[in-house]
């Protein structure tokens, strides 16, 4: 576990950077609706430059936070918040979505935060959404079809597994437990965030492999812009998909035998993943790759699978 925080440009003015200590991660406010954060006030403008430079000094990851509105769409708003991370290099944390009020949990918010996540999985982030446990336990962000998707629940005062009002009983992995923290030099109260997974971290990394990835990436790959088939661009478009692939059995495998309440060889469960995968996925994906474009491409690519997942199964 690490302890984190979120800062906005205006109400956490004044942050001694220098003298922090104790945070591992931070998020900074950087857009909001269709625009870059700015903020003027006394004759001064706030923005997210600031805080995202003094973290770095600091050597503290941080990366940028959006506020959701009802407009413009949310590609666009995604669009947005990706250029200000990547103006401000705040690439040490995932991009965040910050979707409450004007919300409300309901089918509206859950179909714009999908969207939003997706444009920015399209545009090589890893997305993450920030909810109350309120918000989170109406609309269950574990249950989006968001591979990779980092979820952030704020609960004050308790887990937000844990039994009472607003519980959230699904995944997450970094909890918002308080509002009322204290950062040296800061105008304001500051959130406190405490991460219970990695995944927050190298906004950057691939994206976990998803079981729709064959049906809406590979197979329109087996043509080309004339409609013929193009075995070449599928066969690369599948090795890049398994490449992920084995970097998350990588991830999965690290972090249970890291782990002191999980003490598993790790050689021994990446041998079970590996079995249970091939097992699992070659047949499928070689019936589906018959299915489309025939046995003998099916062949070839059942031989690149094993080969891939490192098993002469």
Known sequence: MARGTDVHPFYQRGLRWDQVSDIAFAWVKVSDGGEPYRHAE????YRPDT???GAK????????????????GPEAQADVLAGEVRRLGATGVVPLLDLEAPFRPDAVAAEFATAFCRRIAAVGLRPAVYLSASFA???????????????VVAR???????????????????HQYTSGGTLP??????????????????PEAPMPFSSDDFAHLMWGNVFDVNGNRNYAAFIKDMDAKLTALGASLDAVTKLITDSPEHPVDAQKLADALEGKLVADLVPAVTQAVATAAGGDIADEVRKMLVERLGTSA
């Open 42 to 45: 006394g004759g001064l403008v």
């Open 51 to 53: 805080h995202v430079a």
């Open 57 to 72: 000094a600091r050597g503290i990851p941080v990366g940028g936070y959006h506020y959701a509105q009802p407009a413009p």
């Open 137 to 151: 336990a109406a609309l269950r962000p574990d249950r989006w079809d968001v591979p990779g998707l980092v979820i």
């Open 156 to 174: 004050y005062g308790a887990r937000p597994e844990a039994p009472g009002p607003g519980r959230y009983p699904g995944r997450y992995d970094v």
């Open 185 to 202: 030099g800061s105008a304001g109260a500051v959130d406190f965030d405490e991460s219970y997974t990695a995944n927050h971290l190298d």
